[in-house]
Nanobody, 125 residues
Framework: QVQLVESGGGLVQAGGSLRLSCAAS????????MGWFRQAPGKEREFVAA????????AYADSVKGRFTISGDNAKNTVYLQMNSLKPEDTAVYYC??????????????????WGQGTQVTVSS
């Protein structure tokens, strides 16, 4: 049984920063790909960033490139999303996800088979 637990969300003013954490447990994640997604009210869940545990490859959505950084700590089985220069349009519930079937980075949420419960990020203008 895989468990993903996000933390670090909150309320921040535009231009501010937050760091989200995703603690993973239950399996060996060395061959997984891990991703962050977000979903705003009335919108579909969208890709934010992904990282490969093994190779350190990273991918970002164009909307966050240059502002967000995804990283991982293998020893802690934890993935982070550092979010800088936050904008009101970044407001959403942020979800951590794991793809246990491949280390290739994918942007579609249906490629990920384990999900966390989500953490709310609200950016005020």
């Amino acid at each position: 049984q895989v468990q993903l637990v996000e933390s670090g969300g909150g309320l921040v003013q535009a231009g501010g920063s937050l760091r989200l954490s995703c603690a993973a447990s239950g399996r060996t994640f060395s061959s997984y790909a891990m991703g962050w997604f977000r979903q705003a009210p009335g919108k579909e869940r969208e890709f934010v960033a992904a990282i490969s545990w093994s190779g350190g490859s990273r991918a970002y959505a164009d909307s966050v490139k240059g502002r967000f950084t995804i990283s991982g700590d293998n020893a802690k089985n934890t993935v982070y999303l550092q979010m800088n220069s936050l904008k009101p349009e970044d407001t959403a519930v942020y979800y951590c996800a794991a793809d246990s079937r491949s280390s290739w980075l994918k942007r579609g949420p249906t490629n990920y088979d384990y999900w966390g419960q989500g953490t709310q990020v609200t950016v005020s203008s």
